[in-house]
């Protein structure tokens, strides 16, 4: 058994964020489907192990745990990486993970369901949530202009984070020509050890329906 179990599904970025820095760190993990499109977060056996209905849930040992960047924050501490190097960079990894998911992913993530999944078009709602990704992708932009990851020389938790659903732009309709900083950061993170691509790394891709799901071992 794995040591290390995480409740996901390969369309989630959220659960990409967990996922992903399981793989950076070199965990011993496993995923545990959750058919998230067919209703599974909102049944009384999965509300039982997190009440908000939610994914990513990891297990470790006696812990469970939900919200992306807690377990960010869990795993940076146990295994001692991505964390930030002083009481300094920690308060600005916590910042931008802050500033991810107040201003970054609850938009895009919403925009990209309403558009790949809810299959509703360009509608007033999606023509407001665009109104606030550009800005915020703006941002972030702007913060990699001068330094190579948001918080600094290395990466951390708040790179994982912000990145958690822009592997995706064909998914939400945007062209990271228009924020060059932010495709070469995606490539920096593309180059590091273990990075694997969402739909590669977490199991459900494609949906059913259009294939078989798929059920993916972790690259360690």
């Known amino acids: 058994m794995a040591e290390f179990t995480l409740y996901c599904f390969a369309q989630s970025g959220n659960a990409y964020k967990a996922a992903l820095m399981l793989n950076l760190c070199g965990a011993d993990w496993s995923p545990r489907f959750v058919d998230f499109f067919n209703g599974e977060t909102r049944t009384p056996a999965y509300r039982a192990l997190n ?7 990891l297990e470790h040992g006696a812990q469970r745990l939900s919200q992306s960047g807690v377990i960010l924050d869990y795993l940076s501490t146990h295994f ?4 930030g190097k002083d009481d300094a960079q920690r308060r600005e990894v916590l910042r931008w993970l802050l500033f991810d998911n107040h201003k970054l992913t609850s938009y895009i993530a919403t925009l990209r369901y309403m558009l790949q999944f809810a299959k509703t078009g360009e509608t007033p709602v999606t023509e407001w949530l665009r109104s606030r990704m550009g800005p915020a992708l703006s941002v972030l932009d702007s913060q990699l202009g001068a330094r190579p990851f948001v918080a600094g020389d290395e990466a951390t938790i708040a790179d994982v984070s912000l990145c958690g659903y822009l592997f995706w732009p064909d998914e939400f309709g945007v062209d990271w020509a228009d924020w060059p900083d932010i495709a070469r950061w995606l490539g920096r993170i593309s180059a590091l050890p273990g990075w694997v691509h969402p739909y590669a790394l977490m199991p459900g891709h494609p949906l059913p329906g259009r294939g078989e799901p798929s059920s993916p071992s972790p690259t360690r």
Do not use: Q
């Not at 001692?80 to 964390?83: A, H, I, K």
């Open 51 to 57: 009440v908000m209905g939610e994914v990513p849930l």
């Open 80 to 83: 001692g990486r991505f964390g």
